[in-house]
């Protein structure tokens, strides 16, 4: 009996040796997400003004049409904030063929998976599933699936889901989301977007940056640079030492000082801060405009967000539309999206760097460059008569000239 007890031991050990054998690879089955281009900016704009939620009546049907290349356009910024390696979907009539490359940076390996799940009346299901080399029986992957979603770290997360969505279903390039929203939808989403801990810390930094802004009249023009160092002071109070910490820290500083340099508050991102003591208007200025200091603050936020290619795409679209009835599309604007991406980049990636520069005292210099003799205000006409187009030679050149200047300040060095 012992022997038998031994050899069913050792088999399934020996078929579980395999079975990650077979599940892992050396390399991903996909390539890095793609960059995030003008055009698919401007459809995710329209797209957001056509499901804006702040719109929907409590306890209506809706019924959102996504295409399968704003989906891969979706997975790839997923996977690179996630920093987790790449997701791509094929969509068919009834079908949804998923392709997943997870990175397993401590093993130096690949764990990637082919799934194809087809349409039922609510959810969609697994039909075929391969993980690597080894195939996992439909049956077992839905039991799985089940299983973790249940074990999530804030299933309150998959409750919301259950609650809204009704079903999803595929066809030829495209899938539809049908949800309903209810009364109480949009308070859990803010709930879950801005849990109680993460509320706590807007609160200390909004409280902070009122208790500067008391030192200037009221609507005075204040530089970037004299702001920065006190709120960052509180950071390195509130992280004691902690990267991780820090990292949260950084964020909830520079979102609450992107929201005042734009003319906002948190209150326009959780209803909880209508009731704080609001902060004296002040006109956040770099290199003397307010549009500077803006264009920094909001790319940096964006790329402590969601990554610093992200980012620039954005900055480039901004500008583009600009120049089709704004102000004009503006190299200096560019550069000053750049430094603040280049901030935010830092600021998540490198915080106890950050916090070093911050102490030794900053001046607008360390990380913003003389931009007044870059080509600004062009029209739509006048670019494309100088440039061209987007990435076009003459337009690199610019571009790596405001690269050049980045690099050589205090503050990227």
């Not at 009346?121 to 697994?126: A, C, G």
Request: charged share 20%; proline share 6%; hydrophobic share 45%.
């Amino acid at each position: 009996m012992k022997k038998w007890i031994k050899r069913i031991f050792w088999g399934l050990l020996l078929g579980l040796f395999l079975a990650v054998l077979l599940a892992l690879q050396t390399q991903p089955s996909l390539p890095p997400a793609a960059e995030v281009k003008t055009a698919d900016l401007s459809r995710a704009k329209d797209f957001l003004k056509r499901n804006d939620p702040r719109q929907i009546d409590g306890g209506s049907h809706r019924l959102v049409t996504i295409s399968e290349k704003d989906l891969n356009l979706l997975l790839g910024q997923a996977a690179l904030y996630s920093r987790s390696g790449a997701a791509q979907v094929r969509l068919h009539a009834g079908l949804a063929d998923l392709r997943i490359a997870y990175a397993l940076p401590k093993l130096g390996l690949w764990l990637n998976v082919e799934a194809l799940l087809h349409e039922t009346q609510r959810l969609p299901e697994f039909e075929r599933v391969r993980v690597g080399r080894l195939p996992v029986p439909a049956w077992m992957a839905n039991l799985a699936l089940r299983s973790a979603l249940k074990h999530l770290p804030k299933p309150q997360d998959v409750q919301l889901a259950k609650d809204l969505i009704e079903r999803i279903g595929f066809g030829e390039q495209y899938a539809q989301v049908r949800y309903q929203w209810q009364q109480d939808s949009m308070a859990r989403v803010m709930a879950l977007v801005w849990p109680a801990p993460e509320q706590q810390r807007a609160m200390a930094y909004h409280e902070h940056l009122r208790q500067l802004s008391e030192a200037y009249p009221a609507n005075s023009a204040v530089s970037l640079a004299a702001l920065l160092p006190p709120m960052f002071d509180l950071v390195r109070q509130r992280s004691h030492g902690d990267e991780r910490l820090m990292t949260a820290e950084n964020r909830a500083a520079i979102l609450t000082l992107t929201l005042h340099a734009s003319g906002k508050s948190w209150a326009v991102l959780m209803p909880a801060a209508r009731h704080w003591t609001p902060v004296r208007p002040l006109v956040v200025s770099l290199g003397g405009r307010d549009d500077f200091a803006q264009h920094f603050l909001v790319s940096a936020a964006l790329a402590i967000e969601g990554g610093g290619p992200l980012a620039d795409a954005i900055g480039v679209y901004k500008e583009v539309a600009d120049s089709r009835g704004g102000s004009g599309f503006s190299f200096n604007d560019i550069a000053a999206d750049r430094a603040g991406t280049r901030f935010g980049v830092l600021a998540a990636k490198n915080p106890a760097r950050l916090q070093i520069a911050m102490s030794a005292g900053l001046q607008e210099r360390d990380f913003m460059p003389d931009v007044s003799d870059l080509p600004e205000f062009l029209t739509e006409r006048d670019f494309q008569q100088r440039y061209g187009a987007i990435g076009s030679p003459v337009y690199r050149e610019t571009m790596a000239e405001i690269e050049t200047r980045l690099a050589g300040l205090k503050l990227w060095k």
